[in-house]
């Protein structure tokens, strides 16, 4: 992972979260990385919020996307003010095909 981390230009996370993944970008990674495109697709605490909010300060060309924060639903205020975070809310099973499984699926429990 690490030897990805320096040579991206994009990284894109989408792991589970659990023991080993949380914290999975960290400080130590986040210095491994160049002016990067960090888009968080899996949980909030993949990524420690201090060390990200730090590391966004100190490198105004490393950018942050994040529908998921690492105390949902709350952020570091911090990052709402900054220029190189896309902070929207966590809204993609909120279109019609995913709303219409989950109520099939909870529809099956029910019966079941």
């Known amino acids: 992972m690490d030897e ?8 894109s996370l989408h792991p589970v979260l659990d023991k ?11 210095a491994l990385m160049k002016e990067v ?5 899996s ?6 919020e201090v060390a990200l909010v730090e590391h966004l300060k100190q490198n105004p060309m ?5 529908d998921v924060f690492e105390d949902e639903p709350y952020m570091k205020p911090e990052l709402a003010d900054m ?18 499984g989950m109520a099939a699926l909870a529809a099956l429990n029910v019966l079941a």
């Open 20 to 30: 080993t993944t949380y914290h999975l970008v960290n400080k130590e990674r986040l």
């Open 43 to 48: 949980r909030g605490p993949a990524i420690g």
């Open 4 to 11: 990805v981390l320096q040579q991206a230009d994009v990284v």
């Open 83 to 100: 220029k190189n975070a896309v902070l929207v809310p966590h809204i993609a099973s909120a279109s019609k095909w995913p709303c219409e």
């Open 37 to 41: 495109i960090l888009i968080n697709c």
């Open 62 to 66: 490393f950018r942050v996307g994040l």
